[in-house]
């Protein structure tokens, strides 16, 4: 059963007032975002070992709980056996940069495969990079640099876990905490690159650094590829619920989406946490707007107190609306996912994963905010589901099992259907 204190929390929700759903991709934006990036990225990522497409689980139990069409997850746990979609970004951006390094050094092109074959290991392991993050960006980055073979620090801030800090360190990261939030900890990266002649490789833009992350947010567009394949034949969205950050995410599948689809594109919803929400503040305002945060989220993948640059250029006109959840609402849909109840299979999902999730469950129960959307029973939603269990510790403590417990019991479920 759906707990009830999705009847009772209040949300906030707004619609942009910028956004036109009948309008094409803005030229204006092609140099923030375009498919021909997005492609030579997928071309790429897909060569690299260890590389299989993430599952597309339909939720049609849930779906008819919810009095709507049909309700589809995309399910990053498995990726590259990161836990994340963020290893899609942070390593490919460690990619580019080593491209753009050895090929300037060597005063000549160099190909992604004369990196990633170790054609030039010497000049690689000379190269430092540096980022700051919540964890799976850096866990990115970490395995990134430990595969095309160049050094790699990451800060982290106050509110990390340690084992989610365990996790960049073995794969060879010097990780460095700080007292202070994730904003804090992006200054000091920054510094200490320009102390040290470091590269800074963030999932996060402002301006006079955009390059590198332009990489990042192409390479966040696999997901979408492959889900534009795993849709059953004729089947069109009418809605994605996305989760906000700095961003990055919500702005490269926006991006994607507006370039691929134009007027056909789903509503686009970005969903953040209350503690912090950047971007539902910048949508109020019309323009980026910078938030204080006090109070660490549950969804540490989130708690983001400034908006992505390159993001908020896409997300400013093409996002459709914009909501905050409180973390009461986090537990519960961990737990509905792990039970199996309204999906094909028991999931396992982190804490940032499912705030997309559970704002589709507090607007359908919502008969404003349900009519606000313009959901109904035809209505078909993208959900992505960005994490597993990152940290097992944190997993156990919400969900109240291992997530090897749940997986365990897949065979107690019949797969009735799974797209892949």
């Given at each position: ?129 540096v980022t700051a ?20 620090v ?13 996790a960049?360190?073995?794969f ?45 947010m ?30 990055g ?5 926006c ?22 929400d ?8 019309g323009?980026?707007?910078d938030?204080k ?9 989130l ?5 992505s ?24 849909v ?20 499912v ?30 589901g960005?994490?597993g ?32």
């Amino acid at each position: 059963m759906i707990d009830a204190i999705f009847d009772k929390i209040q949300v906030d929700y707004f619609h942009n007032p910028h956004s036109n759903p009948k309008s094409t991709y803005p030229d204006r934006l092609q140099e923030v975002f375009d498919t021909v990036a997005s492609q030579k990225a997928i071309e790429e990522i897909c060569r690299w070992p260890g590389y299989s497409t993430t599952p597309l689980l339909s939720l049609d139990g849930l779906a008819r709980e919810l009095g709507i069409g049909g309700v589809y997850y995309k399910d990053e746990g498995g990726r590259f056996g990161l836990g994340s979609f963020k290893s899609l970004g942070g390593a490919y951006e460690v990619l580019c940069l080593l491209q753009r390094e050895v090929s300037g050094r060597v005063g000549r092109e160099v190909s992604f495969e004369n990196i990633r074959n170790g054609n030039y290991a010497e000049i690689v392991k000379e190269i430092t990079v540096v980022t700051a993050t919540d964890g799976n960006h850096g866990r990115s980055v970490a395995w990134g640099a430990q595969l095309f073979g160049c050094r790699c620090v990451i800060y982290i801030h106050s509110g990390v876990s340690a084992r989610r800090k365990t996790a960049m360190e073995e794969f060879g990261a010097k990780v460095v905490r700080i007292n202070g939030n994730y904003d804090e900890s992006v200054t000091m990266a920054a510094e200490a690159a320009a102390t040290n002649n470091w590269f800074i490789v963030s999932d996060t833009s402002y301006e006079g650094y955009t390059d590198l992350p332009k990489h990042v947010m192409a390479g966040y567009t696999v997901m979408a590829a492959e889900i534009a394949g795993q849709l059953p034949k004729n089947l069109e969205l009418t809605h994605t619920f996305v989760q906000g950050g700095v961003g990055g995410l919500a702005g490269a599948l926006c991006g994607y989406l507006w370039q691929t689809l134009g007027s056909a594109r789903p509503r686009f919803v970005v969903v953040e946490p209350n503690r912090a929400d950047c971007l539902f503040q910048s949508a109020k305002n019309g323009k980026p707007t910078d938030i204080k945060i006090t109070d660490e989220t549950i969804m540490a993948g989130l708690s983001c107190g400034k908006v992505s640059y390159l993001g908020w250029q896409i997300l400013s006109d093409g996002a459709d609306d914009f909501m905050t959840i409180p973390d009461e609402l986090i537990a519960p849909v961990m737990r509905l996912l792990a039970e199996g109840t309204y999906s094909p299979v028991p999931v396992v999902a982190g804490e940032s994963a499912v705030a997309g999730l559970a704002a589709l469950i507090v607007a359908c129960r919502n008969p404003d905010l349900r009519s606000s959307l313009g959901l109904d029973k035809h209505s078909r939603i993208l959900l992505i589901g960005t994490e597993g269990a990152t940290d097992p510790d944190i997993y156990r403590s919400i969900v109240g099992r291992t997530a090897e417990e749940v997986r365990s019991s897949l065979n107690r479920h019949e797969v009735s259907v799974r797209l892949s």
